[in-house]
Nanobody, 120 residues
């Protein structure tokens, strides 16, 4: 079965950096578009960034543009999110998600999430 496992979360001071990873298994990773989402306490889950199956195209939420970088290594079946200049408002559980490249709309596969906490 498809498994997405996030790692790399933790506690960091404002202005610091973290790199999240998402290890994928049970799917042909190189044929999937993938993305990162986050959910803060009391808020709805929101889009953070996405990258196409080949890595040729990326898209970011305005709130993270210029600070976060999404990337992937198809040889390692792994998705990354480099987060720089972190702010307290970036505190959330971060999830990776995947959908086949030939589909659109909802992501059918999700990881369990990793907590990111940014202190002021």
């Amino acid at each position: 079965q498809v498994q997405l496992v996030e790692s790399g979360g933790g506690l960091v001071q404002a202005g610091g950096s973290l790199r999240l990873s998402c290890a994928a298994s049970g799917l042909t990773f190189s044929t999937y578009n993938v993305g990162w989402f986050r959910q803060a306490p009391g808020k709805e889950r929101e889009f953070v960034a996405r990258i196409t199956w080949s890595g040729g195209s990326t898209d970011y939420a305005d709130s993270v543009k210029g600070r976060f970088t999404i990337s992937r290594d198809n040889a390692k079946n792994t998705l990354y999110l480099q987060m720089n200049s972190l702010k307290p408002e970036d505190t959330a559980v971060y999830y990776c998600a995947a959908r086949p490249q030939w589909t659109s709309g909802e992501y059918p596969f999700w990881g369990q999430g990793t907590q990111v906490t940014v202190s002021s």
